[in-house]
């Protein structure tokens, strides 16, 4: 007998999800156009020092204080160029680094700090800075002449120059080494809830330092009180800047961390003072550090050993005939009012405390051998 078909297994309906209701189409973004980004609010936050000096370029400096500014400066020349003829009589050795041209960079700079409070840290290029703190002329030069009377005891010399009293703490002959050390200074300023900072000078030579970009990091982590400076005097120890670096706008380098940077024309003391104020103001309120580019030049060459040769004579006469510092203040004194007979007297006047402080040093005795064993450590450990 035949079987009956099975009858077809019936499939249970498939269940269907409700559908949501439909989106409103939503247009898409714009978007920018070629070549361009859009700006966040961060990137327009970095920028923002840069445009805040574009509308405030040169400080309104009273008759007094641009005569001040002038005496700084004109000190700090011919404190070097005689510091130069002192090494040439072999009355100063090892290594002698002037500051001839870069002088409206510390004098700028440094009239805006807060005596007795903000540090300062730099490299061997630091008599100017010294001067530019109103260190007194002759405890330099006797550290330059190697003197018992020196401000580091004639042990320090030209690149090593130290004074706790005034918080200039060096003067530092590793390329970049004092960076991470104005980091700890600016740690130091936070910890305490002093309200200083710390201005910390490199030159472009040790701005590829990777030494200066873990200080960069850190003090962009921590909120660190502290002024980055380069001193971008074009040549470092001798390799112009197009040829050593990739990246040759220097106030772009914080960009990565979040440090907000500054291009400063470094022979305009005025222009300099001006930047400094904001840039400071920008750390005293707790924002974090800030990167500033100080574009300068100097007359001589690396050392007082470097011929120079990397560059033309007629550079060098080009900058000091139309872009000095000095020069450039003592043509606003005169448009103030100072007469020629005026500046010639403060001229003969800084010659004269340079000569007294070459004395000073020339007369001085030289540091007893035992010294040799002073200063070594702090303390036992």
């Known amino acids: 007998m035949a079987k009956p078909a099975p009858k077809a297994a019936s499939k249970p ?9 439909p989106k409103a189409a939503s247009k898409p973004a714009a978007k920018p156009a070629r070549g361009k980004s859009v700006e966040s609010d961060e990137d327009f936050a970095l920028r923002s020092l840069q445009m805040a000096h574009e509308d405030n370029k040169r400080f309104d400096a009273s008759d007094e204080q641009l005569l001040h500014f002038y005496e700084q400066m004109l000190l700090i020349r011919r404190f070097e160029e005689r510091a130069g003829q002192l090494y040439g009589l072999g009355l100063i050795g090892g290594f002698c680094h002037l500051y001839i041209g870069q002088e409206a960079v510390a004098v700028g700079l440094q009239s805006a700090l807060t005596e007795g409070l903000d540090s300062v840290i730099t490299g061997y290029r630091d008599h100017g800075h010294m001067l530019a703190y109103g260190i007194d002329p ?36 590793i390329v970049g080494a004092q960076v991470p050390l104005g980091g700890g200074l600016a740690l130091a300023h936070k910890y305490r809830e002093d309200g200083g900072l710390c201005l910390a000078y490199f030159g472009d030579g ?36 197009k040829r050593s670096s990739a990246e040759t706008e220097f106030y772009r380098r914080g960009t990565a961390f979040r ?19 904001i840039a400071f103001a920008h750390v005293r309120e707790g924002k974090g550090p800030v990167l500033m580019e100080l574009n300068t030049y100097r007359y ?3 050392s007082m050993s470097d011929p120079g040769k990397y560059r033309t004579r007629e550079e ?17 004194l005169a448009e103030r009012g100072k007469t020629e007979d005026e500046i010639k007297a403060i001229d003969k006047a800084i010659r ?28 036992s450990y």
Not at 352 to 359: G, I, K, L, P, Y
Request: hydrophobic letters at 40%; a negative charge.
């Open 259 to 277: 440090i907000p940077g500054m291009d400063v024309n470094g022979m305009d003391v005025l222009e300099v003072r001006a930047a400094a104020e």
């Open 300 to 302: 001589r060459g690396h």
């Open 316 to 332: 060098v006469q080009d900058q000091r005939e139309h872009n000095d510092p000095i020069e450039r203040i003592k043509k606003e």
């Open 352 to 379: 004269a405390r340079v000569a007294e402080a070459a004395d000073f040093a020339e007369n001085s005795p030289e540091p007893d051998p035992a010294e040799l064993y002073t200063d070594v450590l702090v303390e």
């Open 206 to 241: 040790a701005a590829n330092q990777g030494q200066v970009y873990e200080t960069f990091n850190m003090a962009a982590l921590w909120n660190l009180p502290i002024v980055f400076v380069i001193e971008n005097n074009g040549y470092a120890m001798g390799t112009a800047v």
């Open 138 to 173: 002759n405890v330099i030069m006797a550290e330059l002449t190697g003197r018992q009377a020196g401000i580091s005891k004639g042990k320090g010399g030209s690149m090593h120059m130290f004074s706790t009293e005034h918080r200039f703490y060096g003067g530092h002959g």
């Open 13 to 21: 309906a498939p269940k269907t999800a409700a559908k949501p209701a």
